[in-house]
């Protein structure tokens, strides 16, 4: 059985044979990279079916910083980049997923998980408050859309063959063009 991480929770028995669900992190909005001084929610998904419901722990690089079942980085800094994990008492604790805070002009935003069968928004994003033009899409060094308004790349259903390396060029300001490249893996 294959399993899905961030979608679905693995199930696993405790000493007693009582379940637990192991918990999983998304995302809100759904982007694994953002700018400094935008906000995000991490929400930590499933967790331990006893008792009156987990008490919830997040974790940054190993290090406790925040209890609650959501977290939610307001404005966010560079030091806000790390790998995130959600723990539920009595102790089941969700694989990392990695958050990069950008402080440059443009990043290519991609969903934390993709899945096959998924409908997903690949965005071309420039610092809140400058001027985009238009944008340009490359997937494995091969154009996929040529310049174009739309700094969003839609895929209505995601297969094995949506993997690979994406970049995308844009015109910022009306001058210079900014580039990023993000990987997307299809589970």
Not at 91 to 96: A, L, R, V
Not at 130 to 154: C, H, L, M, Q, S
Request: glycine residues 10%.
């Amino acid at each position: 059985m294959m399993r899905r991480r961030g979608r679905s929770q693995d199930t696993a028995r405790e000493p007693g044979g009582r379940a637990t669900i192991r918990p999983a992190v998304t995302f809100s909005p759904n982007y694994k990279k953002i700018f400094t001084t935008e906000s995000i929610t991490m929400t930590c998904d499933g967790g331990s079916t006893i008792g009156g419901g987990p008490n919830y722990i997040w974790y940054k690089d190993y290090s406790p910083v925040h209890n609650g079942k959501s977290y939610t980085i307001e404005r966010a800094v560079r030091s806000d980049s790390g790998s995130y994990q959600c723990q539920t008492r009595p102790g089941e604790i969700s694989d990392p997923a990695r958050l990069d805070v950008s402080d440059g002009w443009f990043i290519l935003q991609t969903p934390l998980y993709v899945y096959e069968g998924d409908e997903i928004h690949i965005r071309c994003h420039h610092r809140p408050g400058y001027f985009g033009g238009p944008t340009i899409y490359y997937k494995d060094d091969r154009v996929i859309r040529d310049w174009t308004d739309n700094a969003e790349y839609y895929i209505g259903h995601v297969d094995w063959t949506t993997a690979g390396t994406y970049s995308c060029g844009k015109k910022i300001a009306g001058q210079n063009i900014y580039y990023d490249e993000a990987s997307v893996s299809v589970e």
